[in-house]
C-alpha cells in the first residue's frame, strides 16, 4: 500500500512541480488558439504517431502556442505521466494477480524492470543540459517501452488445453492483465517516439 502511495504522489508531483504550467492549459475548444492548433498539426506531421501526437497535445495549444521547445516540453511531459500511469497501474495489481502472472513469461519483475527504466530516462529528459543528451535518453526510454510491450504480445499466460476445453480461469485472468499491460506500454512506446521525431524535427530549439 505505502508504494502505490509513493507513485501516486510521484506522478502527482511531477504534474505539478515540472509541468503547472501544462497541467493547466486544458481549455475549451472555443477558447484555443487556431493558430496554436494549426501549429502542433503542423508539427505533429513529423511524427509516427500523428493522431496521438495531435490528440494528447491538443489540449495544451493554448500554453504551447507556437513555441517549438513548449512542445517538445508538453510532448516529455505527457509521456512521464504515460510512464507514472503505468507504474501506478503495476502497482495496483493485487499479490494474487501477481501470482498468476508469475507463472508466465516474462514475470512481473521484467514489466516493472522496463516501466522503471522509462521512468527514469525520461525524467533525466526532463533535467538534461544539452540536445545530444536528451536525445540519449529519450531513446533509452523507448528501448524500455518497446521492451515491455513485446514482452505482452506473445499469449505466454493463457495455454489452452488439447480439444475443445477452454483455457483455464487463471489463465484468463493472467491474459487479461498481460492485454492491459500491453495497452499501457504500447501507448507509452508511441508518445515516447513522437518526443524523439520532435526532438529530431525541433534540434535547436
Known amino acids: ?22 497541467t493547466t ?27 496521438l501526437c495531435v490528440e494528447t497535445l491538443s489540449v495544451y495549444a493554448n500554453t504551447i ?8 516540453d508538453a510532448a516529455i511531459a505527457v509521456s512521464l505521466n504515460q510512464a507514472l500511469s ?3 497501474f503495476l ?31 525520461l525524467q533525466e529528459v526532463v533535467i538534461c543540459k544539452s540536445w545530444t543528451e536528451c536525445l540519449f ?3 533509452n526510454a523507448e528501448v524500455c517501452a518497446i521492451s515491455a510491450e513485446e ?7 493463457s495455454n489452452p488445453f488439447t480439444g475443445p476445453v477452454k483455457m483455464s480461469v487463471r489463465g484468463r485472468i493472467s491474459d487479461a492483465i498481460r492485454k492491459s499491460l500491453h495497452t499501457q506500454f504500447t501507448k507509452l512506446h508511441h508518445e515516447i517516439n513522437n518526443v524523439k521525431m520532435l526532438f529530431k524535427a525541433f534540434p535547436k530549439n
Open 1 to 22: 500500500m505505502a508504494k502505490q502511495y509513493q507513485a501516486l504522489f510521484l506522478l502527482l508531483s511531477v504534474s505539478y512541480l515540472l509541468f503547472s504550467e501544462l
Open 25 to 51: 492549459a486544458s481549455v475549451s475548444p472555443t477558447g484555443t488558439s487556431t493558430k496554436a492548433l494549426n501549429f502542433i498539426q503542423s508539427s505533429c506531421k513529423f511524427t509516427t504517431y500523428q493522431s
Open 65 to 72: 502556442q507556437t513555441s517549438p521547445r513548449r512542445l517538445v
Open 86 to 88: 503505468t507504474k501506478l
Open 91 to 121: 502497482s495496483h495489481l493485487t499479490k494474487n494477480q501477481f501470482r498468476t502472472l508469475a507463472d508466465c513469461q516474462p514475470t512481473t519483475d521484467s514489466y516493472t524492470t522496463d516501466c522503471e527504466c522509462s521512468v527514469q530516462q
Open 137 to 139: 535518453h529519450v531513446n
Open 151 to 157: 514482452y505482452s504480445v506473445e499469449n505466454s499466460c
